[in-house]
DNA sequence: AGATAATAGTTGAAAATGTAACTAACAAGG
DNA sequence: CCTTGTTAGTTACATTTTCAACTATTATCT
């Protein structure tokens, strides 16, 4: 370990990165939790569902960086609940396109409005260069690898 | 949803937390998963106890924001695979003092080691104020709730 | 001292996740 | 067509996490 004393799990980005992930969602969690039931598999296919229109199982896991286990399952409890209906597709039978429910069109809406206000409050201590340059930063390390 | 079609789960900053934190993660993960067999909260309570010396598993809980029962069984499993020692305490026998043992340290070192590396190349394209930046935020919002 | 509460840590059952194997439908080459 | 390969999605099983209950030990209050 010579010199490396000086190294400290707050300098390690996945740790600083998991910790504040899982802060950050904390908050936000109780809401779809609570009041819908859901879990954050399942409010991110219903916010893909709600945000970019209907679409097939594989789109969402392709978009949402989802496996297809976890899509396929939120999906069969998002409908049991009624917030996402599936049609097969005629022309390929092996799809199901998804749509969002009247219901289902509800809780988004609200789930949104509270990420909206949740966002917001998340960055407020930030100013807004720091806030941007985080935001950049993040999108940059959601893609690439190290 | 009115005017609210700009949102997008990229603006939305737990999500690209946790989108970041799992890319950032996967990486390290191979690691110490296929060379010392660790899950990341074995990792992590190891970690602890090599930069920050012997203590209870109370104390890693706190220091570390991690369930007790999910420490109390990262240690049984660092012992058994003798990365780790565990010492009764005389003056209270409720808690157990935790050492690294020699292969432990070597573990640890070992990780450091690639933790460090692994850390330059997530930041590499940045430039020095975004990172610098990025780390500030990030230990902003992993202590502070929304 | 004796009853009660609090603390450290463990254990067991239920929920969630990941991996791999599977089914069903389509595609393409011979 | 018919074999082989591919794709969408589901299911089964093992691993991991979470939650609640539990044990053992110490602290507190009267």
Redesign the pocket.
Known sequence: MQDKGDFDLKDFLPYLLNLAAEEASDGFQTLYKDRYGM???EWRVLFHLGRYGDM???EI?DRARM????I??A??KLEQRRFVSRKEVEA?????MLSVTEQGRAAYADLCEFARHYDGQLVKEFTAKEEAILRRCLSRLAVIKG
């Open positions: 879990l954050r598999t097939t199982a594989k896991c496996h297809k286990t976890k396929s399952r999906v069969t390929d039978r092996r799809h199901a």
